[in-house]
């Protein structure tokens, strides 16, 4: 949202020329000028290591969503006062401190509403270079629609500078219940989900309209299918899952559109896929010859939210029995089931990631029947497959992510760090929150990964006080940010958060997850994360000195407050990483070398001189590496608090970005949306129920 110019990350310098050239060709033959950039469930599934060959440039450019992720990481867009009508100069974009978060907005969405565990609001940005109060965000508010009460509701107006913030965009009744997530068409104009009544799931197609609110929302008829194409907003049509046996329920698996041929794909409770064409073009119609629907298991479980994949042609979808499936859809369709790589009692949860440029499918396993854990128990695990993967396989490579137990808490998708997009080869890093056990406090892991293969794995620490379940794991990579290059990792766990701002409820977190990168430029205040093997831990560094990195990683000493040389930088340890709070300064207190403070600032204060402190607060230095005297003790500043907290209270579902932005006066900024799980109050429309929320990426302020 900062400027109608364009930042290339550094990504791009690393292609070879052949690569390039490939790129502007197929850009050419594919005429992939997007429309808008939707932001929605599936584009945390279908992800794209950078290509390494022509060949691979070629084909998943053919993707819109490979466009639409380039254009997330390496856009920077802002906010288009004068197609508003608005013209007063926008107040800057203040990064509280951690200690004093709150949402940037939440709007209630009625009395126990809820995206729900593992679904994601969608949000629709109509430029890829400018931000506009018209761009959207739905949320499914989980309840059944009725006369006074919304099942669907879509916000606009939700940047700051966008006057009355938020706004209710419309509201819609359309007769069931939404507990999966909504989708949204390439050029913005309508969305899909599944929605269920009596046991019954359709597929909803729905042209929109301003208009209704959440308590007082448009109830709409049914169109029919044929007339549907032409039909006046707002107007919708449904599209019932049969299984050739009967109708289909769905409450587990959210619908997945292939942009390309115009298809949703979409699972249900009873172990079967459906393909529905015509959706967004044409007349939506479910496949019912040639082998569709396709039986995906025979046991009746239900499925996961399938990911259709152009670069193998093939669809991939897991089912609560534990087993992953491949789905060849050229010629009469069929499913090739993995080993059973999931058994506990919820089984597969998350729909799998695929990598479409290297060939790599990823599940998240609550249980894998091990007795590798703590006490001789299972653990949770993530293992890769190759897109081919034949019958019975059990994966190219698995991790064990914490403790599980026989009646695991459910495991949702992982995110990858911008390290692995951009790296041509599947290597970087995943972020996962596993320690599934019913028993025990949920852990984030970061794993290392190679080609899709998993290195040690090292976890953060717990993130509440007890047993709870973890969200989805979402990474942001801001190439604009402030002071430099910001990267961060968001989740929440549904009760018992650790972290201060928890209060002991439900929470989103977020934490620094930027990595040491060799020989680049940092500045002064940038914060990254850096593992050290010795220890097995994971440790924060702040830049004291701006410079450019080493060709090499330096040692990385450990204690907090050692300054260590690398390059023309010069960073500083600002301790191990951790989401439980660091203690708040105590009068007249004897305090070791190394010891960590929070300062009301939310500058993490490490002793470099010990003693005992003052009686008094004294007044800390705000400047990266400035010293404070307080009594015996001299603080140093180690930078800002690398977490954050927010309370939500039930936890969050997933979560999904906004815009990547640079550090002049904004409106809205970089942010991020999602919804809580249990009723709170919502600050920004009054009254308590499930909220949507807004919040910024730099604080969750």
Known sequence: ??????????????????????????????????????????????????????????????????????????????????????????????????????????????????????????????????????DYVVFSTGLTGTGTQANIVAYNNVYSGCGANPSVYWAYNTGGQVLTSPVISGDGTQIAFVQTSAGAASLVVLRFAAGGTITG?????????????????????????NT?????????????????????????SSGWLHKVT???????????????????????????????????????????????????????????????IDKGTVGLTAGPIVDSTAGIVYAFVSNDGSTACTGAAACAAVVSFAT????????????????????????????????????????????????TGATIAPLVYRVPVTAGAFGTAVSFGNLATGATACSAVSDIYNPNGSPGIEERIYFGVQNKGRPTNCGGQGCAMSFVSLPWQASTPYVSGQEILIYRAASNLLYTNVVLQSGTSGATAPAWPLPAGIITTDGSVKWMNQGQTQLQPLNSWKPSTAYALHNRIVDSPGNVEVVTTPGTSGTSPPTFKLTVGQ?????????????????????????????ILDNVAGSSPLAGGSEIYFSTLGNQACAT??????????ASQSALK
């Open 217 to 241: 929302p448009n109830t709409l008829a049914t169109t029919p299918a044929s007339s549907y194409n032409s039909c006046t907003a707002p107007c919708m049509t449904t599209v019932p899952l």
């Open 244 to 268: 050739g046996l009967g109708t289909d329920n769905d409450t587990t698996s959210s619908a997945f559109p292939d942009y390309t041929h115009d298809i949703i794909w979409v699972g249900g």
């Open 388 to 435: 081919n993967f034949t019958s019975g396989n059990t994966g190219l490579s698995s991790v064990r992510v914490g403790t599980s137990s026989a009646t695991p808490n459910k495991i949702y998708e992982a995110a990858f760090d911008h390290t692995y997009w951009s790296s041509g080869k599947g290597t970087g890093n995943l972020y996962v929150c596993g320690a």
């Open 627 to 655: 010293t404070t005297t307080d009594g015996g003790v001299t603080w140093t500043n180690a930078g800002v608090l690398p977490s954050a907290a927010l309370q939500s209270v039930g936890g969050t579902s997933g979560i």
């Open 685 to 694: 429309s009054g009254g308590t129920g499930g909220c949507a929320v807004q």
């Open 1 to 134: 949202m900062t400027g109608n110019g364009r930042r290339l990350a550094p990504f791009a310098a690393g292609l070879c020329a052949v690569v390039m050239v490939g790129w502007v060709l197929t850009l050419r033959a594919a005429d992939p000028k997007p429309q808008g950039i939707p932001t929605d469930w599936t584009h945390h599934h279908v992800i794209f290591s950078q290509p390494a060959t022509l060949e691979q440039a070629s084909r998943i450019a053919q993707d819109p969503r490979y466009w639409h992720e380039w254009y997330r990481q390496n856009v920077v867009r802002r906010l288009d006062l004068h197609s508003q009508g608005m013209h007063a100069p926008l107040p800057p974009q203040v990064a509280l401190a951690a200690t004093n978060s709150h949402a940037d907005w939440s709007m209630d969405m009625g009395t126990s509403a809820s995206s729900g565990a593992g679904n994601y609001p969608a949000k629709y940005s109509f430029s890829v270079t400018s931000a506009s109060c018209t």
């Open 278 to 340: 015509g959706v967004f073009r044409g007349v939506p119609a479910e496949v019912s010859t040639g082998g569709y629907p396709i039986r995906i298991n025979a046991s009746g479980k239900a499925l996961t939210s399938p990911v259709y994949d152009t670069g193998s042609g093939n669809v991939f979808v897991g089912d609560a029995g534990g087993f992953l499936y491949r789905v060849t859809i050229t010629g009469t369709p069929a499913a090739t089931a993995s080993a059973q």
